[in-house]
């Protein structure tokens, strides 16, 4: 059985961990997931180590990823499992994958377009197409959202309040 | 190994004591959207704090055993030591006392109305924007990793700052006065952050540490242009208040740590 464990089985199965904060994005649709190592012991027992590196110094997702990720592994058969945190490089949206990008806006949220080192010039923010109707004629309501991760904005065609997924 | 110990925990108390000052305004904002824009800073500057007293307590408890016993004037980090536990990153800032705390005084000074704390955030943040850039340098590889992923949380800090000092200046008599009034009081603590302590000091000359009074020009080049642009006038005063770095701090300090520490003091080792 436990021969049976790969690498790819394990990126299989990380695809079912999604962010608490926003369900409808997988661990590796963040692009948080840096590595995964599999070690057999002569017993037979393998023990993960998985390589994550967290979004923002402070988000309190970080976690709880940690924690659905040992429990995903934990019940296929993983004896072990170790989470490491990388800080360097330092994580950006633009490792989002496009996939994920779409499930975003799917979901109602405005996904991150521009590229994290194009930085904005003070007074200036971000136009994001409302992930509702498509219009470009949106406004920021606020640069700091109900997570660190996201900005509000309004959009001015179809009225609804959005959030944006910032870029970092 | 000391000096290495005591630097990054200069750089974890700056974080912590402005992040816990800035988290006291939650659900004080003056608007929902600055409440969340002030908790959402705060947060990254506790999470900063959280990586560096990580490798604080790493470092700490490299030191060998008897001389670990005598690094710290705090009864209840040092009965934990002496048990022969190894530190953990919560024991370094809720069991160290007020006379063991390395941060600047800049970082303790009260909120006061939100023209106060926005000019004790704007020279913080334009101070460790210009630090982290050097920082993400340095020899240490956990420092350099810890800047470099801070350095773009700060960059959006100071980003807020300072468009706040301009909207505050620029803005009305009343704001205008008010953010004068803030910069004017607040200033005599933002020269001690280019005040190399020992632990700077020795820490610049392994390849660690940054060399904190050389940012003073660049600083003080970024803070003319916000004021200019503000219609703000720097200070006249040029003598500066000191002592944080030597862990000698304004009364202030202790009735935060009374209040950040209150839980692990009256329930060791409590978890939620």
Redesign the interface.
Same mark, same amino acid.
């Given at each position: 059985m436990s021969n049976a464990i790969t690498t790819e089985k394990v990126y299989d199965w990380l695809q079912g961990v999604t962010d608490p904060e926003v369900p409808v994005l997988t661990v590796l649709d963040m692009g948080i997931i840096r590595d995964v190592q599999l070690d057999t012991d002569e017993k037979g027992s393998v023990t993960a180590t998985v390589v994550i590196t967290?979004t923002?110094? &402070?988000?309190?997702a970080m976690d709880v990823i940690g924690m659905n990720i040992r429990m995903a592994l934990l019940s296929r058969g993983i004896t072990k499992v170790n989470i490491e945190q990388?800080?360097?490089? +330092? =994580?950006?949206t633009d490792w989002m994958s496009e996939e994920g990008k779409q499930k975003l806006k799917e979901y109602g949220i405005a996904p991150p377009e521009r590229k994290?080192d194009d930085?904005?010039d003070? @007074?200036e923010d971000d136009s994001v197409a409302c992930p509702r109707c498509g219009s470009e004629d949106t406004e920021l309501?606020?640069? @700091?959202?109900?997570t660190?991760c996201k900005s509000?904005y309004r959009c001015l065609s179809c009225k609804e309040p959005f959030e944006h997924f910032k870029c970092? | 190994m000391l000096d290495h110990l005591f630097y990054t925990l200069q750089l974890a108390d700056n974080a912590l004591i402005l992040g816990h000052r800035l988290g006291e305004w939650c659900g004080h904002g003056p608007v929902?959207?600055?409440d969340?824009?002030l908790t959402?800073?705060s947060?990254?500057?506790? &999470?900063?704090a959280?990586?560096l007293y990580q490798h604080a307590a790493h470092l700490t408890n490299e030191i060998p055993q008897e001389q670990r016993a005598k690094i710290f004037q705090s009864v209840t980090l040092n009965n934990k030591i002496n048990s022969g536990e190894l530190l953990q990153e919560d024991d370094l800032p809720y069991l160290r006392d007020a006379w063991d705390f390395r941060n600047a005084l800049l970082t303790e000074q009260p909120n006061g109305d939100w023209a106060y704390t926005v000019a004790r955030s704007f020279f913080y943040d334009v101070f460790y924007f210009l630090y982290y850039t050097k920082l993400k340098d340095s020899k240490d590889?956990?420092l350099?990793?810890?800047a470099?992923?801070?350095?773009?949380?700060v +960059?959006y800090h100071q980003? =807020?700052s300072?468009?706040w000092m301009?909207r505050l200046g620029d803005g009305t008599e009343e704001s205008k006065t008010r953010i004068q009034n803030a910069v004017n009081d607040y200033w005599q603590y933002s020269g001690e952050l280019f005040v190399m302590s020992d632990a700077e000091n020795a820490m610049l000359k392994k390849g660690i540490g940054v060399d904190a009074a050389a940012l003073k020009p660049e600083w003080d080049a970024k803070v003319e242009a916000i004021f200019k642009e503000a219609t703000l006038s720097i200070p006249e005063e040029k003598w500066m208040q000191k002592g944080g770095k030597q862990c000698r701090h304004s009364e202030h300090l202790g009735f935060i740590l009374a209040e950040l520490q209150y839980m692990q003091r009256a329930y060791p080792g409590m978890e939620w």
């Open positions: 967290p923002y110094s &402070g988000c309190p990388q800080l360097s490089p +330092a =994580w950006t994290s930085a904005l003070m @007074f309501v606020s640069r @700091f959202g109900p660190a509000l970092h | 929902l959207e600055q969340i824009a959402n800073i947060l990254d500057h506790i &999470g900063q959280r990586s590889a956990q350099a990793a810890i470099e992923k801070s350095l773009k949380e +960059a980003r =807020w300072s468009e301009i």
